[in-house]
């Protein structure tokens, strides 16, 4: 068994690995079929409920077992040198969430390089809900995301851009590591299953290598 993540460390206490670059797609809902929707009035938006699975023969009773509601909060990211770190809210998460640099040179304190791209350390999924995340300024930002199964391959991951006029909701299962900026900073509205169940992937533990995900389409 994987031990629990830990979401908050130095960047240097993780080792130099290769790195797998996602495909970068500009995100629609054409492009978003299987993974989600594009997002034009939060207010107005429900997040899916996952019924509490069966554990016997037993059926759940009708009207029962996907109770719990959602959260909702603000999930703030912020580049500090080469590191980008997130702040959610509505789960009260506090999260390093990857770096421009090899991450035993990378600096949180200046930019030594150009911001391209995050590697990706982790990826998760909630099997209880779905989640949406919704520009508060309307600046471009990235979702990278890869469609439900326990086998997540890095070669299986995407990354949809979107141009910040609208937000990008995921359906329950879908692989993602949050919303990043690609600005210096930015917040969105999170609206996500109150439960909040999370399976994880660390991919330097599991496959040796970081996942690139590409800050703006290529031209």
Known sequence: M????????????KPSLPVVEAPVIVATNETLKGYGCLVEDPDN?????????????????????????????????EWKGDVLYGVNEAVNGDYVLGWTADP??????????PRDRVLLWHMNYHPDGGQFFFPIE?????????????DLKPENIVVFWSDGSKGIYIHPGIWHEGVFPVTDSQSFRDRQ??????????????????VAAPLNPKA
């Open 2 to 13: 994987q031990p629990a993540p830990v979401y908050k460390f130095d960047p240097s206490e």
């Open 193 to 210: 299953g109150r439960v909040h169940a999370r399976v994880s992937c660390d991919f330097g533990q599991e496959f040796g290598v970081y």
């Open 138 to 150: 309307k600046k471009p930002f990235i979702v990278p995301a890869a469609l439900p199964g326990d």
């Open 45 to 77: 938006f429900d997040i899916e409920i996952v019924r509490w699975p069966v554990q016997g023969w037993r059926p759940i009773d009708a009207g029962t077992g996907d109770e719990g509601g959602y959260v909702e909060g603000e999930f703030r990211c």
């Open 104 to 113: 035993q040179q990378a600096s949180t304190t200046e930019q030594t390089r």
